[in-house]
């Protein structure tokens, strides 16, 4: 009997690319122009990451790697529900443009579970995305439960 359509995979469960992406994230050369984003959730679970057009499901620990556009790029990490994407501290998708950063060629980001939004008088979980440095978010992705250096984070 099959049982794999039971189970929620993520993109790189589907697509059978984590080596792919592992590759071109330790190749200087091959990361050029790319955006790499970490989850680093600490929920075990999925959530969905936009950047510009592309959308991936994603589930905690996981990096997935996208196309890096010229001027304005954007990031959101959501849920979805009833067709609505939810849970994202802000609503707003993180905007960045490469003219601000003509030194940078790759672009690191990592999304976290912070309890930034409000309902009801009380504090809830969601997704929030930062922009990370390189050594920061290779630091993350080795030791995602570390503690971090305020220099690691670029906006």
């Known amino acids: 009997m099959e049982y794999d359509n ?3 995979q993520s993109d790189i469960e589907k697509e059978g690319n984590a080596q792919i992406i592992l590759d071109q994230l330790n190749d200087s050369e091959l990361r050029k122009g790319k955006v790499f984003v970490f989850s680093n959730i600490q929920d075990g679970l999925w959530h969905f990451v936009r950047v510009n057009e592309t959308e991936r499901y994603m589930r905690d620990q996981e990096v997935q790697v996208f196309d890096l556009v010229e001027g304005e790029n954007k990031i ?15 609503g707003d998708e993180f905007a960045f443009s490469t003219k601000d950063f003509p030194e940078y060629e790759t672009f690191f980001f990592m999304v976290v579970k912070s309890a930034e939004s409000e309902f009801a008088g009380r504090k809830l979980n969601c997704y929030k995305e930062f922009h990370l440095s390189e050594e920061g978010f290779f630091y993350f992705k080795d030791n995602p439960r570390s503690r971090y250096k305020s220099d690691w984070f670029i906006n």
């Open 6 to 8: 039971l189970f929620i």
């Open 76 to 90: 959101f990490a959501f849920l979805k529900a009833l067709g609505d994407e939810v849970y994202n501290c802000t």
